[in-house]
């Protein structure tokens, strides 16, 4: 029968095998050599490209010459070795008619299956990639569902924050309608407090009026003051001026001492720094200034003493921006301390006149004691401006 040009799928046509081989492949005279069963699988065998293998397994090579072992073999070489020659590719062989139908019929149902298996790999292939396409929908939905879920829960807590919304704004509302009265009511107030504050404004104006009269008439007193000093005889050598005389049932008692000194009438001298450094030394320089001169203020117009405030520097931004109605302030100048200017002070009142000195540097003490004045510690002094 004819043997017919085998290609293997997706390549070339394959080299002929020996004369021997096709032979015994496709002869149909040795049926004890060779059946119709085993000839299919050598041609299929052909068909796939595995023929030297397949007819080594298939084929009992014991009478096959030297030329068909050596291509069996694989020997490149084959084709030199003794032996007859490779036939051609449309060659016929012997073999009977009813074989011969038997063996297409056998290698049509072999390529049949053949076809068939490979529809059922592809179609296994397909199945498998269907069941991953599965497990990964299946596993999206899983994961979807998680996602609901946590969707669900995001939706009830918004559900619960939209009613707790809507309670602080029902609160709020109310809220605002109780103000909307209150300032209904303010606006009242408000009104009368416009009257008020304009009467205030009556009386205050009044009240400058009469103040600045009444700052005339004080320098007038000072100037009489300062004509009477001048009239007085000079202090003559050796004259000293006597301190205040203190009740002794304030022996032991200097708070007490100290605002009996306040009300005595005498010239109070305060070494500035030296009282605020204890009790206000939190604060800037600035803020201790003021916190001191607005207190001096307070207990000058309480107790009528004429208070005299030392402090060191003239050139302080803004030392001298607020005038003092009840005190007097003194700077010490440039390179000056205000020890100096306190010693100076005590030099320029006349000895008649009694002087009271604050402080605790020991130096302007002693200075204050020998010049016949009376001292009190800056402690007592800042309890009696700030108490305890």
């Known amino acids: 029968m004819l043997l017919p040009r085998l290609v293997p799928r997706g390549g070339k046509p394959l080299d002929w095998c020996p004369a021997e081989v096709v032979e015994v492949v496709t002869s149909?005279?040795?049926?004890?050599?060779l059946g119709v069963?085993?000839?299919?699988?050598?041609?299929?065998?052909?068909?796939?490209?595995?023929?030297?293998?397949?007819?080594?397994?298939?084929?009992?090579?014991?009478?096959?010459?030297?030329?068909?072992?050596?291509?069996?073999?694989?020997?490149?070489?084959?084709?030199?070795?003794?032996?007859?020659?490779?036939?051609?590719?449309?060659?016929?062989?012997?073999g009977s008619p009813a074989l011969n139908r038997e063996v297409r019929k056998r290698l049509a149902a072999e390529s049949k299956a053949a076809r068939v298996a490979d529809e059922?790999?592809?179609?296994?292939?397909?199945v498998q990639a269907l069941r991953d396409r599965l497990a990964e929908l299946e596993q999206a939905l899983e994961k979807a569902t998680a996602e609901g879920v946590a969707l669900a829960d995001s939706?009830?807590?918004?559900?619960?924050?939209?009613?707790?919304?809507?309670?602080?704004?029902?609160?709020?509302?109310?809220?605002?309608?109780?103000?909307?009265?209150?300032?209904?009511?303010?606006g009242a107030a408000a009104e009368e407090a416009e009257e008020v504050r304009d009467r205030v404004l009556d009386e205050r104006r009044d009240l400058l009026g009469e103040t600045e009269h009444l700052s005339d008439m004080v320098k007038g007193a000072e100037t009489l003051l300062a004509g009477l000093r001048s009239m007085l005889p000079a202090p003559r050598e050796g004259d000293r001026r006597q301190p205040v005389r203190i009740p002794g049932a304030y022996t032991g008692l200097p708070d007490r001492t100290a605002e009996y000194?306040?009300?005595?009438?005498?010239?109070?001298?305060?070494?500035?720094?030296?009282?605020?450094?204890?009790?206000?030394?939190?604060?800037?320089?600035?803020?201790?200034?003021?916190r001191l001169l607005a207190a001096c203020e307070q207990l000058a117009t309480r107790t009528g003493a004429d208070i005299v405030v030392a402090i060191d520097g003239a050139d302080i931004a803004g030392a001298h921006t607020r005038s003092r109605r009840h005190i007097r302030v003194l700077y010490s100048p440039e390179g000056v301390d205000a020890d100096d200017v306190i010693r100076e002070e005590l030099a320029r009142i006349p000895t008649v006149r009694s002087v009271i000195v604050v402080t605790d540097d020991r130096a302007i003490?002693?200075?204050?004691?020998?010049?016949?004045?009376?001292?009190?510690?800056?402690g007592v002094f800042a309890d009696l401006l700030w108490g305890r």
Do not use: F, K
């Open 120 to 126: 059922l790999a592809r179609e296994t292939a397909e």
């Open 261 to 290: 000194l306040m009300r005595s009438g005498a010239t109070v001298i305060i070494d500035a720094y030296n009282v605020t450094i204890g009790r206000l030394g939190h604060l800037s320089i600035a803020d201790q200034r003021e």
């Open 365 to 378: 003490r002693d200075d204050a004691r020998a010049d016949g004045a009376n001292l009190i510690d800056s």
């Open 155 to 186: 939706l009830r807590a918004a559900r619960m924050e939209l009613r707790h919304e809507r309670d602080r704004h029902a609160a709020t509302t109310a809220r605002l309608e109780r103000v909307a009265q209150e300032a209904d009511l303010a």
């Open 37 to 94: 069963g085993q000839i299919a699988r050598i041609v299929q065998a052909l068909a796939v490209g595995d023929i030297r293998q397949r007819c080594a397994e298939l084929i009992d090579i014991g009478p096959l010459d030297e030329r068909c072992r050596a291509w069996l073999n694989a020997d490149p070489e084959w084709s030199r070795q003794p032996g007859s020659s490779a036939p051609d590719p449309e060659a016929t062989g012997d």
């Open 28 to 33: 149909a005279a040795r049926p004890d050599r």
